[in-house]
Every structure is written in C-alpha cells, then in structure tokens.
C-alpha cells in the first residue's frame, strides 16, 4: 500500500506500509534523539575555551561516547523494524554493490567539497580561524595509542552510528511524510547541530544532505556510511600530516 505523500520511485522503496513511522514510539524516540542533539549544541555554544586534555582522560571521554552512542545505536536498530514495518535489508543494511560504492565514493568527494568549502565561506566571512573543539584537542595528542583509538572510533564506529541515526531514521521519517527534501533537511539539520559547533553547523548539515542523497540513490544504508568515513578519515589523515595548514 502505497501510504506515502512522497513520490513512488523504482530506486527506492517509498512504498512505505500503512503504519510505518506513526504511533506515540516513533515520536517519543525522535523527540529524544532530537533533544539529546539540541542539548549537545547548546552545550557546545556554552564553552568558551578548550581544556587541556591528557591521554587518558581523552582514551576516557571517547570510551564513554562509544558506550553511550552504542546504546542508543542498540534501541535504534532494535526499534527500526518495529516503527518503520520493514525489514533492516528493506532499510538498506545489505552489502552494497559495485555501482552502491561508486556513488558512495563520489559522495565523499562531494561531501568533502560542500563541508569544507562551506566552513572555509563561513570562516572566511566571520574573519576567523575556527577549528571544531575536537579538531583542536586531537591535534594536540602525541600518544599513537591514543591517536589509533580516536581514528578507529572516527572511521569505524561513528559513521555507522550517525548514519543510522541521521540517514537511516530521521531521513526516512521526513520523506515518509513530506519526501526527498523533507527527510533531508530535517536529517542534515540534526546531523549539523549534533556537532555541538555554530561555525559547523552549517557545513555539516548541507554534508549531511550530500549524505541523504548517497542513501538515497542506493537505497543502500552502508553507502552513506563509507562517504562518512572517507571524509573522516581524510580529515585525520590531512590533521596528521599538516596540521598547521589543516
């Protein structure tokens, strides 16, 4: 049953079945992702300075974020099939195929070109030099322990986590009510704010779109997540190599 109010596309399974993303539970999770990202936004416009960071205090904050992401990733996935009445391989988490990994590295082309050229506009603009607080904290580590464990959390775990979050739920809800640019507003509008930095809000949100195009046109959930982790790990590799023009 075609219950949508978005067009019906071959590429993708708008088709969505009559009580798919309705119901108290859909609004109560979303509503509750949604704050817990507002909250890291207000949260990131309170701080004024970045504190100095060893190590292992580092090693803790992001074991801490690695529990309380994959908890949430856990209800998440649990939840998905239950809210939205179709399978996590209808959702799209099956292997992608070779024409799925070609959008999905031309998407972290993209994604690379939008973001960082939009920060540049934005810093550009505001006569700044501003770097996200994560960004300035990463580059002061020196320990390669310390460095390997936020490199594997940047290009492993948080792009399939934040996919699932963004593209996966949010992006199917805006589309299963108001279509294509519905779902990807709402998703890159999360997706930027969730950063918890004004000057990348921005930048990350129209990334994020980039991203609920990727989705999109693959219908495919894992090729979003390889165009997030190449820009990721991009991001580390040149913060690695040349820091100060980085």
């Not at 993209?110 to 540049?120: H, I, L, T």
């Not at 792009?159 to 949010?170: D, H, K, S, Y």
Request: proline fraction near 5%; charged fraction near 10%; charge should be neutral.
């Amino acid at each position: 049953m075609n219950d949508s109010t978005s067009a019906t596309l071959p590429a993708w399974p708008t088709r969505w079945p009559k009580n798919s993303f309705t119901g108290v539970w859909t609004w109560l999770l979303a509503g509750f992702i949604a704050a817990l990202f507002v909250f890291a936004f207000i949260a990131g416009l309170k701080t004024t300075r970045v504190p100095a960071v060893t190590a292992p205090e580092f090693d803790l904050l992001i074991a801490l974020q690695f529990l309380l992401e994959g908890f949430l990733l856990a209800i998440v996935l649990l939840a998905l099939p239950k809210l939205s009445h179709l399978s996590l391989s209808e959702l799209g988490f099956r292997v992608p195929n070779a024409g799925a990994v070609g959008i999905a590295l031309l998407g972290a082309v993209v994604m690379a070109v939008v973001a960082n050229g939009g920060a540049s506009l934005i810093d550009y603009l505001a006569h700044s030099e501003h770097q996200q607080d994560i960004v300035q904290i990463f580059k002061e580590l020196r320990d390669p322990a310390t460095i390997a464990i936020f490199a594997g959390f940047a290009v492993v775990f948080a792009p399939f986590a934040e996919e699932t979050f963004f593209r996966v739920f949010f992006f199917n809800l805006g589309m299963r009510y108001g279509g294509f640019w519905a779902g990807a507003i709402l998703s890159g509008v999360l997706f930027g704010i969730a950063h918890g930095d004004l000057y990348a809000a921005l930048p990350l949100a129209l990334g994020g779109i980039v991203l609920c195009a990727v989705y999109y046109r693959t219908a495919n959930a894992f090729a979003p997540m390889i165009s997030h982790a190449l820009f990721n790990g991009l991001s580390l590799a040149a913060l690695l190599i040349a820091p100060k023009i980085t």
